[in-house]
């Protein structure tokens, strides 16, 4: 399976963010709704409509979807038909067209769309040393790209199957639920993270097992039956509402994310195919 031109892969002695200290800590960020105030996958629709790559149906198919995601109604038998419907969407599409187009206008439709709040979060925990994981149900065609635009060190994301550089429909990974929480393990038990030490941020309930999987979980910008849940908890929660464009930041942040791009890695096959095995021996969590 193809990495996208501009993420490393995991497995590369050579990248920096993956020389990880044994016990390092990590901080995993969800990213629609918690770095970015949109959805990634829908908010590149538009650029898909004009390449033709979806018909109009499908765009306004995408655009109902996204002001479900917005409102937090999107429930998980929701999801689920967004899943399905992404994949039967992608069947037949040129995976080089499609991560040239999110490259392309990744600046023009994500850039204004980060919470500042965010960009601080993720720059004060790589000053503390700990390495940023992006976690997001979106595909690693959309996600890694704008991991790297971020700065992260490593992307977990969905992956669609791919055959002679076209997407099957089928889903290798989905990055959803135990999914991501199987994703982070066993990325962890790669690089040497000490989850019980590490953070986690999410908007989402389905969430709820990442966040889980680390000692210090934290709920963005939650709806009101998830921020009553992570009271029960106990989990601290935080509100961020200050969407502002990467070409505003300080200096001192910006030089920070693009140190910190040189470092980008996307979550390999193998790394997929055991967190999908792991996830389904996972008993599911309340």
């Known amino acids: 399976m193809s990495t996208p031109h501009n993420a ?27 770095i970015i105030a949109t959805s990634s996958a829908a908010a590149f629709s538009r650029p898909f409509y004009d390449k033709g790559l979806i018909t109009k149906t499908s765009a306004l198919r995408s655009a109902y979807a996204h002001f479900l995601f917005m409102l937090g109604g999107a429930n998980a038998d929701q999801t689920e038909r967004m899943r399905q419907q992404l994949s039967s969407l992608v069947t037949g599409w040129p995976v080089e067209q499609v991560t040239s187009i999110v490259s392309d206008t990744l600046h023009q439709y994500i850039d204004p769309f980060v919470y500042a709040e ?104 939650a709806d009101k039956a998830f921020r009553k849940y992570c009271d029960e908890q106990g989990w601290d929660s935080l509100t961020f509402e200050k969407p502002v464009s990467l070409g505003q930041m300080s200096t001192p942040a910006k030089s920070a994310l693009v140190l910190g791009s040189l470092a980008v890695a996307g979550v390999g096959v193998g790394l997929a195919i055991r967190a999908a095995r792991l996830s389904k021996r996972r008993p599911p969590r309340g």
């Open 8 to 34: 490393q892969r995991s497995d590369d002695p050579k990248v920096p963010g993956n020389l990880a200290r044994k016990g390092q800590i990590a901080a995993f960020f969800d990213l629609d709704k918690t």
């Open 118 to 221: 965010a960009l601080d979060l993720i720059q004060a925990h790589r000053e503390r040393g700990h390495a940023i994981v992006i976690v997001s149900a979106s595909g690693a065609e959309v996600v890694n790209p704008i991991a790297a635009m971020l700065g992260a060190d490593h992307a977990i994301a969905t992956r669609m199957e791919i055959v002679d550089g076209k997407y099957t429909g089928q889903i290798e990974f989905y990055a959803y639920g135990e999914g991501k929480a199987s994703a982070i393990t066993v990325l962890a038990e790669e690089r040497g993270y000490d989850l019980a030490r590490s953070y986690a941020y999410s908007d989402s309930i389905t969430d709820i097992p990442m966040l889980a999987a680390v000692g210090h979980p934290h709920s963005v910008n």
